[in-house]
């Protein structure tokens, strides 16, 4: 950890997160719970501001969730997709994922090519950090998902 990094507690059980970089997104991993928050300038970093925002005007329709967003702008809005949720920030675009919801949404994007490419691309690079890179393809991939 940096001394730029400001220390995050998990929203559920207020444990101190775990920053991790991959490939350089950002995002943080709760060790108690199992939980990921996953910052919004991950997802400005890799989808057109358009789609984003295409995203954040879904949100508008669920329900608020009863987690304040970790950088305190917002309450956040729980997305239904299948069985899983996910809790979004309307202001910053961040992302909680419940712990088991990671495991749902894993195994709804099994057999999609692009979760596959990546996949690919991360054992050439040799990297260790196979998992925590994962959630990043399974959230972009739902994102891409609610979208359509
Ligand atoms: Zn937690
Ligand atoms: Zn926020």
Same mark, same amino acid.
């Given at each position: $950890?940096?001394?730029?990094?400001? $220390?995050?507690? +998990?929203?559920?059980?207020? *444990? ?8 350089? %997104?950002? %995002? %943080? ?17 890799? $989808? ?10 879904? +949100?508008?329709?669920? $329900?608020?969730?009863?987690?304040? +967003? @970790?950088?305190?702008? #917002? ?39 692009? @979760? @596959?490419?990546?996949?690919? @691309? =991360? #054992? =050439? ?5 196979? *998992? ?15 979208? =359509?």
């Amino acid at each position: $950890m940096t001394c730029g990094d400001k $220390m995050k507690s +998990c929203p559920h059980d207020s *444990e101190i997160l775990a920053s991790n970089d991959v490939d350089g %997104y950002r %995002y %943080y991993s709760c060790a108690k719970c199992s939980g990921y928050w996953i910052p919004g300038s991950a997802l400005w970093k890799t $989808m057109r501001p358009d789609v984003v925002q295409d995203i954040i005007e879904r +949100c508008s329709f669920e $329900m608020a969730s009863s987690l304040r +967003c @970790l950088n305190g702008d #917002s309450y956040l809005v729980a997305l239904k997709v299948n069985d899983c949720e996910i809790d979004i920030c309307p202001s910053c675009h961040s992302l909680w994922l419940d712990p088991g919801e990671v495991e749902k949404l894993a195994n709804c994007f099994r057999d999609s090519s692009a @979760l @596959l490419a990546a996949h690919d @691309l =991360r #054992s =050439r690079s040799a990297s260790k950090e196979l *998992e925590p890179l994962c959630i990043i393809d399974v959230v972009f991939q739902l994102l891409t998902i609610l979208i =359509r």
